[in-house]
Structure formats: structure tokens, C-alpha cells
């Protein structure tokens, strides 16, 4: 015979309250302006510094693969593009074909990127510093997995 566990005596269960969606552009609104306040001593604002860094890192790469790594659409990247392109940061190459084109960062672009990361790393070493660095590893955890199970059960559905 098993033992039956009364209902007064089982933890309650857990139910999110309040609103995921806005919880998370609050977090988003203040750790930006965090951010934002340091590396746009550059010039650069963060969105900037993150698509230049993409661009640094991956190029030269096709728009459309850049968008699926930052997880943005096509038209959100070529808007993103065209200050970086303008000050002469970013220049897309042709590619193989007439209808593909390759983006790439100018040396111009790699020196702005060096100078950000700077102003981006004092930004990261002092949110650590308040959050605590063990809160900012479980966070960044969170989101990736939260990410990946998106991604994978979200295709078609809205969730990409």
C-alpha cells in the first residue's frame, strides 16, 4: 500500500504572475541604458556595437545568415546596416552570384569595434559587479536555454 501525500500538505504550485513579455523589456530597458551609457561614449549605440561585433566576428558573412544568428528579421538588419555602412564601419562585397551580397567590416570598423569593446567590457565588469557574477552566469543560462526550447518548439508558431 502507498502512502497519499494530503493536498493540505503539497507545496502549492508555482504560477508566473504578471506579465513575462514586459517583465523582460523592464530588465532590457535598464540594463540598455546601463550600456548604453558607457559604450556610447564611442559614438556607437549598443545595438550598433552588437551588430558591429557580429559582423567582426562572422564576416565576412550573407545578411540573411547574419540575421538568423542575432535572431532578427531582415528588414530590422538592413535598417541596423545602413548608419554603420554610412560611416563607413561596414561595406557589403558582391558575392557569388549578382543577388547575394556579403557583409564585412572596413579597418575603419575594426578600430570603432576595438574602442567599444573597451567601453562595453567596463559596462560588463560593473553589471557583474552589482548583480554578483554568480547571478549573471545563472541568468545568461536561463535565456540560453530558454532561446534554444523557443527556437526549437516556436518554428512556425510564431515564436522565431
Given amino acids: 500500500m502507498s502512502a497519499v501525500t494530503p493536498a493540505s500538505s503539497r507545496p502549492p504550485a508555482v504560477r508566473p504572475q ?6 523582460l523589456r523592464q530588465l532590457v530597458r535598464v540594463v540598455g541604458a546601463h550600456y548604453d551609457a558607457e559604450v556610447g561614449k564611442t559614438g556607437l549605440k549598443t545595438t550598433q556595437y552588437t551588430l558591429l561585433s557580429h559582423i567582426t566576428k562572422l564576416g565576412p558573412i550573407r545578411a540573411v545568415e547574419l540575421a538568423q544568428q542575432m535572431h532578427m528579421s531582415a ?13 563607413g564601419w561596414v561595406e557589403q562585397a558582391p558575392g557569388p552570384d549578382a543577388r547575394s551580397w556579403f557583409i564585412q567590416a572596413t579597418p575603419e570598423g575594426q578600430a570603432k569595434r576595438s574602442e567599444a569593446q573597451r567601453r562595453w567590457r567596463a559596462a560588463q565588469e560593473a553589471l ?12 545568461h543560462a536561463l535565456i540560453d536555454e530558454s532561446l534554444q526550447i523557443l527556437d526549437e518548439e516556436g518554428a512556425g508558431h510564431g515564436l522565431e
Fill in 18 to 23: 504578471g506579465c513575462t513579455n514586459f517583465k
Fill in 75 to 87: 528588414s530590422t538588419l538592413s535598417r541596423n546596416l545602413r548608419p554603420l555602412i554610412e560611416a
Fill in 128 to 139: 557583474n559587479a552589482r548583480l554578483g557574477p554568480e547571478r549573471v552566469v545563472a541568468l
